[in-house]
């Protein structure tokens, strides 16, 4: 089904009514939709590199100087897609009673023995883009490498000018934390 630009809008503010959001996630979609999304999400942010995918609220996959970045709505850019971007957030970790009872006061509260809950927020704009509870250690998850290549190629069938290798590049930003061996 064909949606307008100013439903797409409404989609993405959360404003638009029910039964019509309903009727759009239902519905067949339109083959340009993606193409749709993107021109309405390039509008909406105040900078020039062009999205290449959207990777969660707040948070695009950009075309920059031949790399491909992490970037948050506001102009904070968290590097390349392939390093878990929340690396590079600020982190706060409530592994103790005390934090945890900010949020989730009395009988509610997790166990900090057997968890820690892990909110992440741009340094740019201070937003929180993401919350993990997870077993106290775990490393941090990453939840989404999209293989931007093969989403060009075979899905869109407009592959981009170049290509590149879709790996977890993580490590790369934990072995700059670690002191030499020497
Ligand atoms: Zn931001």
Known sequence: MAVSKDDLRDLFAGTLAWDKTKEIISGPKDDDRF????????????WPERILLPLREHL?????????IVKCDCGHEFGDWRRNWKMSAAI?????????????????RPDPNLCEIREFICPGCGVLLDVESVPVGYPVV???LPDIDVFYDDWLGRPLEDHQDCEDRTAEIISKWAKPLL
């Open 92 to 108: 706060i970790a409530r592994d103790d009673i005390a934090s945890m009872e900010e949020i989730y006061p009395g009988l509610r």
């Open 60 to 68: 695009y996959i950009v075309e920059s100087g031949g790399s491909r």
């Open 142 to 144: 990453f939840d989404a």
């Open 35 to 46: 193409e749709a999304v993107l021109e309405l999400l390039q509008e909406q942010v105040r």
